[in-house]
């Protein structure tokens, strides 16, 4: 089971409160470009190219711009956003073993799918697949995901994080009524 | 290197506290934005009023440092944006993320998730200057702004009003919705499917 939401919310603000106090706010989504950007330049290494000042640059223009800022992460992947998101999977997996880990019916589809849609992999992986790459699209759209533009920028009280859970919540909502009528 | 051990610290306890809430856990998602258990929207709320509270308190106290602050630029495309991320948030049950967590956490699904993720980037790296000549990317509003003028910051406010106070207000607003907010409010009282 869960962690109750009182314990559960303080708990996750805490993380939240933390990632500031400490560094920066908290996000995501930056770093499926920068994973696509390493393996991009490992199999095209003109990708990205250092100028002679020092400055990293590249080919791509969503790579290239804020002067290079993504081209740096993508030569320098030792960086502290990246590294984050590869501990935020670690963590993630010990906590999951620590519980007991996920049932194996679970780990193929969660019961909310099965109950609505029935037990074939198929759909619910090419659910998942498409579900992927609308977020990820989506999400660099509009410069942020969950964590970076719902959590971190309604915390600090930004206008584009009111904006982009606006947005979330009106196209999420009908879409989870309509298809998920079934709770599982 | 201090800033690689934070990220392991932070994103470490990120990561587990994802997997306790339920909040990489696709039941928990589709209970709640089909609005029959609303347990993990408490939990959000109740995370984003206490986070606010804690950081606008902190700066007024001088204990946090509001150069800390990284407020995103505001535009059309956050909208639009949103609505995509949305469906397929819906959709999929995880958000960038939370597919991640879930898929370190066993959940073969999100492996998918992952994979057309990927893609859904790259598009957007071949895509981004066609969308960019569109407008939808031109700051509206002021761009980066807060909703008050946070004293130090070097954002505007949309307003005059002091934003930690502001931030502060508003943080106590979250904490009352999420203890306010019912945790049904449509369908039988079953239990959410364990996992």
Redesign the interface.
Known sequence: MVLNWKLGGVLLGLVFFLAVLLVKPIGVSTQFVILDGILWNAADPSVVVQTEDGAYTSTNAYLAKSSGKYAKSVSEPMNYSFVFVIAMMIGGFLSAMARGGVSREEQKMPAIWRANFGGSTGSRFLATFVGGFIVLYGARLAGGCTSGHMMSGMMQTALSGYIFAAGAFLAAVPTAMFLFREEG | ?V??L?????????????????A?????I????????L??M???????????V??FA?QMLG???VG????????V??????????????????????????????????L??????????????AT??A??STG?LDAI??G?????A?PGAKYEG?TALP?DV??IA??LA?IVV?ILLPERIT?EA?P????
């Open positions: 290197m800033s690689i934070l990220a392991l610290l932070i994103g470490g306890a990120f990561g587990a506290v994802l997997d306790r809430i339920g990489s856990n696709p039941n928990y589709g209970n709640m934005l089909n609005l029959k258990n347990h993990l408490k939990t959000i709320l109740l995370a984003i009023g206490t986070g606010s804690l950081m902190g204990l946090v440092d800390h602050m990284s407020v995103k630029t505001a535009y495309g956050v909208f639009v944006g949103g609505l995509l991320l949305g469906f397929g948030w819906a959709l999929s049950g995880y958000c960038p993320g939370t597919g991640l967590v879930a898929a370190a956490s066993g959940r073969r699904d999100a998918a998730f992952i994979a057309g993720g990927l893609l859904g980037a790259a598009a957007y790296m981004y200057p969308v960019e939808m509003a002021g980066k702004v807060t909703l008050g946070v949309v934003g502001l931030g508003l943080g979250f999420a369908g079953d959410v499917a364990a996992e």
